[in-house]
């Protein structure tokens, strides 16, 4: 598949073409009455059963597979679009159905934040359910789930298609009977994770690891066969969450060796000193005892429980006790939930990773530092990179509005071409110069003014964070200035989309996580529109442009005014991935210059690194997916299981 769309504007005005035909089908198609249009649906639903591949038809050539006529997918886009002006009130416009037949072929549609993608998503959905061979939805949370399936139900029920939602809580039962609907709509994680439990109960291995069920499940598997995902905000799932493979571990019981060695190992790591006993590197949160240091430990004494363990074994302890510490900061990486457990806080968006766990026992290390209590140390039972589920997918889709930055890794990993989406109303969007400032205390400053002045003017006003202490370090400082401000992080999950969706009112001041609330629409007030819309202030530039991208793409929607703009520090920690002495060197250097606000061309700086980071983290997850590819080339050599044939 080439990596680059070839004549796009040629092939651009073929499609143009096509959603013309589209249009003029669906205003012969809305004179119908319901039930003829139900009928046609049943019509539809056995050609499609029917049809095979007529290669080509598509100007993009996505796909080599079998595939559906063009005007089969005319037809079907046009009855789509008349049901959902009756059902929903929303009628397709000519952008979504070009978003809907870029996705239907198996491409990943850019379209710009507030662009209705989960109505555009009807489309291919609705192809590939009607196909009769099974549509995953993709999102990234259990209450995105629910709501888009809520949302667009009433549109797949009016064509006879049945609609399954699959959450954290759902049983085996729940899930199989699920993903034996039409459609199902299922975040990643728990689709991954279904795909390794079916691999445990019915794989080669299933007898050995039965133990990860509560009980003995003879129903068969719950997934039937990959046939088409439609993956929304892609490039969290595919890119973002790649870095972690997806494991099913096997709980090992916590004795009184470990909790010793956790408690040594804690002693230990905080008694050596950086860069004499361990160096670290920064990108990573890694650290790595040297020689030296591995010369202190071996003489200290050593607990009586743990006096059996290897070297490695107590080398390996104490490194991710010193990760533990320096690295993973509480209200940052983590936090303690309700229940008094470590909770994972996702870099990206700013949300819980319900279930998830570091590996290795750098969990169990953060346990001990924060005196909570000790869960047991996870095996691995089974395992799968998030590349190499998502390509078992006979056709593979997606949406976003972020995809351009990642386009060369989507290609390359899962051969989904990006395809740039117009948008419905030209972009009002303003975007300011950015500031940068010596430090958080000028930074601080400045942005108290800056707030002021545009509530002056009857807007309102979003500010992105990186991290749960870095929002609630802001909050207490913008109120100390007589600001006051909705605070939104992980810690209030449960709350996110009312407070996200009120941000557009007059007066109000939102601090976000990064991308808290993505997903959920903001409403302008009318006022707010007439004063120039939303500002959206991002205090921190992140490690992912994409990131910062779908932060300032929560200004403008739909033809809506509205402006962004940078307000960064030499204090902000994406500067702390510069090795120190540089670090210190720039400091001083801007502390002869100003002491408040810097020159401009200091975000130069920021950009440098912020490339470096994508880069570095693009290698990493590459690695991932090679060293995937080699373990089943192996495996497969040695005539081992590695893949789960599926019954239908």
């Known amino acids: 598949m080439p990596s680059v769309l070839p004549s796009f504007s040629i092939a651009h005005q073929l499609a143009k073409r096509q959603v013309g035909r589209i249009l003029r089908?669906?205003?012969?198609?809305?004179?119908?009455?319901?039930?003829?249009?139900?009928?046609?649906?049943?019509?539809?639903?056995?050609r499609l059963a029917r049809e095979r591949m007529q290669p080509g038809w598509f100007p993009w050539g996505f796909r080599q597979r079998r595939e559906i006529s063009q005007a089969t997918v005319n037809e079907l886009f046009a009855l789509v679009r008349v049901v959902g002006e009756r059902e929903l009130g929303l009628a397709h416009h000519p952008v979504q159905l070009l978003g809907g037949l870029v996705m239907a072929r198996g491409g990943l549609a850019e379209m710009q934040t507030g662009e209705g993608k989960t109505l555009t998503a009807t489309l291919a959905a609705s192809l590939h359910g009607l196909c009769g061979r099974g549509c995953h939805v993709i999102t990234v949370n259990d209450y995105l789930t629910q709501r888009d399936a809520e949302r667009m139900g009433p549109i797949y029920r009016r064509l006879g298609l049945s609609v399954g939602v699959i959450v954290a809580e759902s049983s085996p039962d729940e899930r199989r009977q699920a993903y034996r609907c039409d459609i199902t709509?299922?975040?990643?994680?728990?689709?991954?994770?279904?795909?390794?439990?079916?691999?445990?109960?019915?794989?080669?291995?299933?007898?050995?690891?039965?133990?990860?069920?509560?009980?003995?499940?003879?129903?068969g598997p719950v997934q039937r066969p990959l046939h088409f995902a439609l993956v929304d905000e892609a490039d969290s799932v595919l890119i973002d969450d790649a870095g972690t493979p997806l494991i099913i571990a096997l709980p090992e019981e916590a004795d009184e060796k470990q909790r010793e060695l956790l408690a040594w190992s804690r002693e230990t790591a905080l008694s050596l000193q950086p860069g004499v006993d361990f160096l670290w590197k920064q990108e990573q949160r890694d650290a790595h005892l040297t020689e030296t240091g591995c010369r202190r430990i071996l003489p200290r004494a050593?607990?009586?429980?743990?006096?059996?363990?290897?070297?490695?074994?107590v080398y390996h302890a104490v490194e991710q006790g010193l990760r533990a510490e320096r690295f993973f900061l509480r209200d940052r990486d983590y936090l303690i939930n309700e229940q008094g457990e470590v909770a994972i806080i996702d870099e990206g968006t700013g949300r819980l990773l319900e279930g998830r766990r570091w590996q290795g026992g750098l969990h169990q290390a953060i346990e001990w530092k924060e005196g909570v209590e000790l869960s047991a140390?996870?095996?691995?039972?089974?395992?799968?990179?998030?590349?190499?589920?998502?390509?078992?997918?006979?056709v593979?889709?997606?949406?976003?509005?972020?995809?351009?930055?990642?386009r060369r890794e989507l290609s390359r990993f899962y051969r989904l071409p990006v395809v740039v989406i117009p948008t419905h109303q030209p972009s009002r969007r303003e975007v300011w110069t950015p500031r940068v400032f010596a430090d958080g205390a000028a930074r601080l400053q400045g942005l108290v003014v800056e707030i002021r002045r545009l509530l002056s003017r009857g807007r309102s006003v979003l500010i992105g964070t990186p991290s749960v202490e870095a929002s609630q370090r802001l909050a207490e400082g913008l109120r100390s200035g007589g600001?006051?401000?909705t605070l939104l992080?992980?810690?209030r999950h449960a709350d996110e989309a009312r407070i996200v969706a009120e941000a557009g009112q007059p007066g109000r001041v939102t601090i976000a996580t990064n991308m808290a609330g993505r997903g959920t629409d903001i409403h302008l007030a009318e006022s707010v529109r007439t004063a120039g819309g939303l500002h959206v202030i991002a205090t921190e530039m992140h490690s992912s442009e994409r990131i910062d991208r779908q932060l300032f793409g929560r200004a403008a929607r739909q033809g809506d005014p509205g402006s962004c703009q940078f307000l960064l520090s030499l204090e902000d920690e994406i500067l702390h991935h510069l090795p120190p002495a540089k670090r210190a060197r720039l400091l001083r250097t801007a502390g002869r210059m100003a002491t408040g606000e810097l020159p401009a061309g200091w975000f130069r700086l920021f950009k440098r690194i912020q490339r470096s980071l994508e880069a570095k983290a693009a290698k990493s997850r590459a690695q991932l997916a090679r060293g995937e590819e080699q373990r089943r080339k192996t495996a497969k050599m040695l005539g081992l299981d590695v893949c789960l044939e599926f019954i239908d």
């Open 396 to 406: 593979l889709a997606g949406m976003t509005g972020t995809a351009t930055p990642a």
């Open 185 to 219: 709509y299922v975040t990643g994680r728990e689709v991954g994770f279904d795909f390794l439990r079916d691999r445990l109960m019915w794989g080669a291995n299933a007898q050995r690891h039965g133990r990860v069920f509560e009980k003995n499940d003879n129903a």
């Open 25 to 46: 089908r669906s205003r012969e198609l809305s004179t119908w009455p319901n039930e003829r249009l139900e009928v046609h649906a049943q019509t539809s639903r056995q």
């Open 483 to 485: 600001i006051e401000v």
């Open 377 to 394: 140390e996870m095996g691995e039972g089974a395992r799968i990179t998030v590349q190499g589920y998502f390509r078992r997918y006979q």
């Open 302 to 313: 050593w607990p009586a429980a743990i006096r059996g363990s290897t070297q490695e074994e």
């Open 489 to 491: 992080n992980a810690t």
